[in-house]
């Protein structure tokens, strides 16, 4: 048996994998290696919030902001394009969802993830 730390979704797993055949199957036993113990993987830095009174526009799936359509203290009206966002090679029109006064927090070239806030209207 051979012990391996895995990391998934960052969150950290000990696992003991046994290797079957091989020249390890002939070979004497081995002195246990001694493993750390699983540790949590630190956590990414949380996504940008929206000011408090605005009303966010969020990422409805993951991707990668390829454009900002709009800047810092524009006024949009609702259904006016704000943002366009690429997820599996389509580029997707973000809306604005109701009238207000721009606060951009995204960035272009950002990653984002489902339900991050893109920019608030306020």
């Not at 389509?90 to 339900?115: L, Q, R, W």
């Amino acid at each position: 048996m051979r012990k391996f730390i895995v990391n998934v979704n960052g969150n950290s797993y000990e696992v003991e994998v046994e290797e079957v055949g091989g020249a390890q199957a002939a070979a004497p036993a081995q002195a246990p290696v001694q493993v750390a113990a699983p540790t949590q993987a630190p956590k990414a830095a949380p996504a940008a919030q929206a000011p408090a009174g605005g009303t966010p526009v969020k990422a409805p799936m993951p991707g990668n902001v390829l454009d900002i359509k709009v800047s810092n203290g524009q006024a949009v009206k609702e259904g006016d394009l704000v943002v366009i966002l690429e997820a599996m090679k389509m580029e997707n029109e973000i809306f604005a969802p109701c009238d207000g006064t721009v606060t951009v927090v995204a960035s272009k070239g950002a990653t984002v993830n489902t339900g991050d806030v893109l920019i608030s209207l306020s």
